[in-house]
């Protein structure tokens, strides 16, 4: 059911005539009342009053027994109008005088016992004793009637009616007056509200109120239009951010699909052009041809490395590292990079934050940073790099953070070059952005940045001044515990004329690859069995008759991927030794102990160098 | 003050005596006076006799007058020919004024007027009437009288009968100037006479 809208105006008026007419009518009916009442008293003391005068007077017939004398002071009573009988009794009770107004009027025979007057219907009757000097000579009865209180009651009311009315009417009118005073504000209120609901602007307010419960209102009512426009300034903030963050993991999952695909095939290139290579002579003319088709292979195979950083799919070894060394490493590399212009300095907040990280993806980080950071100073300046503990508390307002509170080390790289425009601002870590010339700069710099850092469960915060410099913060989980610092083993140095006679099964679904890898590992001496997919690897192994000493697999592959087959072959045979080969870990679930699994792994793309450098390490050891 | 209070009284009084008008059956049995015999002749006195306590009644001595008396007796006193005969003594044998018991005196000397409370004048001559007026003026005496025209004269009360009724007459002069105080009241029944001749 819908209410009727009955407006706040009419109720105020309403509620204040209610008010008035249950506050005037009552006492428009009690001062009636109270005049009916003090009418009849009046009337009973005027009647005791005559009873006792008349009553004396007749004390003087009462003891001469004179009747007409005092039936004579009893007709007196006839000036008194309301009087209608008056009967006067001797001690003994009996009727001695009468009056009456009306002659059909008959006086009790019998004296009534002694009373201060009652009123019966409308009559009043009293019967008071004739008392001369403290001696009782008889009764005189006075009968009154009422009907002039009556009347007069009834001439009273009507004379207080009109008054009445008026006060009734100014009632009105104040309300009327008045109501504007509390209905008014919110009238306006309820105007400005729907102002802003229909027309949505909500920057709209409400004027200043007085010091009051609507004053109040008022300023209540603006504070919450200003958390409206704060959260929808916030929601419109975090749409975008969340925009921006569908952008970067689609570009990202774009990426690391072309990577994928490219570091097979950058594989083969560069696997080949090395063979070919070993092949010919250093004087050949062919040598320098190939030399550059194998140096753009590497090229490339970075680029699909800086590709796969951002999208996050980089497969990485992380290890718990000392910030400090780190950045002291770094900075012996790139004080080269730099060039003298710009002088380097190095804040340190304390000496033993760890990270747990890739040691090549922080320098990575460093690295791309600096080297940004030298590009916006071409005349020189100061490139700055800190660290710090960070506290992130839970429950802190932190829009400016995608990441869980905790305790985190931030690296500010900052520079004192030209800054950026927030237009420009908006898009620096979407990869192939530059604001480079064509041909300087690749754009996926920042990204690769931004894909490490949120694979690491951090964060980064750019801030920048236009002509004054740029900083950007990295934030990254700290840890305390320091016990596998450095303990990740890498592939040692290749140990020349080696006799290679050991079995390896090869599984790898891209053909070019399989055949480049057969080619190189093959021609090392080794005994190659072959398989295109892990169901196929895993045939293979069970049938195979002789001993097979070591499995070298793809991941991602149709049908079985190469953990898994890794791992049920291992089941049987818990000393063999498998190295993974992938540059993409989509779908791909690579455990963190791959060493107590007995597995390694070597990052894609291969070349013919990498490989044996890895077989014949994991082979030695 | 106390003689402008009476003044006042008197003035009240005298408009509804004016007003009053007598009854047909005043006291009863009314005696008939055309009978002459003796026994409606002592019925009148009887009468009378009963009309005179009930003028006490009105009536205030004054208080050392009555502190003189304390523990004796309310007098009455008849001076000139008594015309009760033994009715008062009769009558006040068994009736006390003012709580006291009543003696009855018959006076032959001026003097004794001083002891008594009321006296009943009979019918003298006028050099007598105003010698007793003279003296008794000086006592608080209530003189009463039933002879016509006294009241004039400047007896107190003075009963009278008229259609067949005892009525009375106050001589306002000289009840005002005695040492009583007179109730309204009596006065309104009574018809009002003043003093004539210089008198008082």
Known sequence: ??????????????????????????????????????????????????????????????????????????KKMAHVAYIQSASLYDKNGSIFSFFARHT???????????????????TFSIAVPVIYQGKNYGTIVIQAHTNEIIKKTRSFYLTLFPGTLLILCIAVFLAICLQK?????????????????????????????????????????NNMLEHLSQRKKEQARLENQLHQAQKMESVGRLAGGVAHDFNNILSAIIGYAEICLLDIDNTSP??????????????????????????????????????????????????????????????????????????????????????????????????????????????????????????????????????MSPDILEHIFEPFYTTKEQGKGTGLGLSTVYGIIKQNNGDIDVYSESGLGTAFKIYLPRVYDASDEESISRFKAPMDNRICTETILL??????LRKMLEKTLSSLGYTIL???????????????????????????????????????????????????????????????????LNMHFIQKPVSPRDIRLAVQNVLDN | ?????????????????????????????????????????????????????????????????????????????????????????????????KGKPVEIRLLNTLSDISECHMLFIGKTDSKSLSNIFNYSKKFPVLTISDNKGYAGKGVHINMYVENEQIRFEINKTSASASKLKISYLLLKLARIVETKGGQN
């Open chain 1, 181 to 221: 005073q509390i209905s008014g504000p919110i009238t306006h209120l309820a105007g400005i509200t729907r102002t802003i609901t229909t027309q949505s602007d909500y920057s709209i307010r409400a004027p200043q109120g007085k010091n009051d419960e609507i004053g109040y209102l008022y300023s209540g009512f």
């Open chain 1, 286 to 419: 062919l040598y320098e041809n190939i030399s550059t088709i194998l140096e753009s292979g590497h090229r490339a195979a970075r680029l699909t490395q800086q590709l796969l950083a951002f999208s996050r799919k980089q497969i990485v070894q992380k290890e718990t590292l000392n910030v400090k060394k780190e950045i002291d490493n770094i900075i012996k590399m790139i004080g080269r990079l730099l060039g003298e212009d710009i002088n380097i300095s190095v804040i340190y907040g304390g000496e033993n934050f760890l990270i747990r990280a890739d040691r090549s993806q922080l320098e990575q980080i460093i690295m791309n940073l600096s080297v940004n950071a030298r590009d916006s100073m071409p005349q020189g300046g100061k490139l700055t790099i800190e660290t710090e503990e960070v506290i992130i508390e839970k429950g802190t307002l932190n829009y400016h953070f995608d990441i869980a509170p905790g305790d985190y080390i931030r690296i500010t790289v900052s520079d004192t070059g030209e800054g």
């Open chain 1, 104 to 122: 059909e009027t008959a006086p009790p025979p019998e004296a009534p016992d002694y009373n201060d007057g009652y009123f019966m219907g409308s």
């Open chain 1, 1 to 74: 059911m819908t209410s009727l809208f009955v407006s706040i105006r009419a109720k105020l008026i309403a509620i204040i005539l209610v008010v008035a007419l249950l506050t005037i009518v009552p006492v428009y009916m009690l001062s009636g009342w109270l005049q009916y009442q003090s009418l009849k008293n009046e009337l009973a003391h005027n009647i005791l009053i005559n009873a006792k005068v008349v009553g004396e007077y007749c004390v003087s017939p009462l003891i001469f027994e004179d009747r007409p004398g005092a039936t004579d002071i009893l």
């Open chain 1, 507 to 512: 599984v790898e679904d891209d053909e070019m």
């Open chain 1, 530 to 596: 072959k398989a295109e997919n892990g169901k196929q690897g895993r045939t293979i192994f069970e049938t195979f008759q002789g001993t097979i000493d070591l499995v070298l697999t793809d991941v991602v592959m149709p049908e079985k991927n190469g953990i898994e087959m890794a791992m049920e072959i291992q089941r049987h045979s818990p000393e063999l030794k498998v190295i993974l080969m992938s540059g993409y870990t989509e779908n791909a679930i690579i455990p963190n102990n791959l060493s107590d």
């Open chain 2, 1 to 97: 003050m106390h003689l402008k209070i009476k003044h006042l009284l008197f003035i009240l009084i005298f408009a509804h005596c004016l007003i009053l008008i007598p009854g047909n059956n005043c006291l009863s049995p009314t005696p008939s006076l055309a009978q002459q015999s003796k026994q409606s002749k002592q019925h009148e006195y009887l009468l009378k006799s009963v009309f005179m306590e009930r003028f006490t009644r009105f009536v205030q001595w004054p208080e050392p007058f009555i502190e003189k008396n304390k523990d004796q007796h309310f007098i009455i006193s008849v001076m000139g020919p008594n015309p009760f005969g033994d009715i008062l003594q009769t009558v006040f044998s068994r009736q006390p004024i």
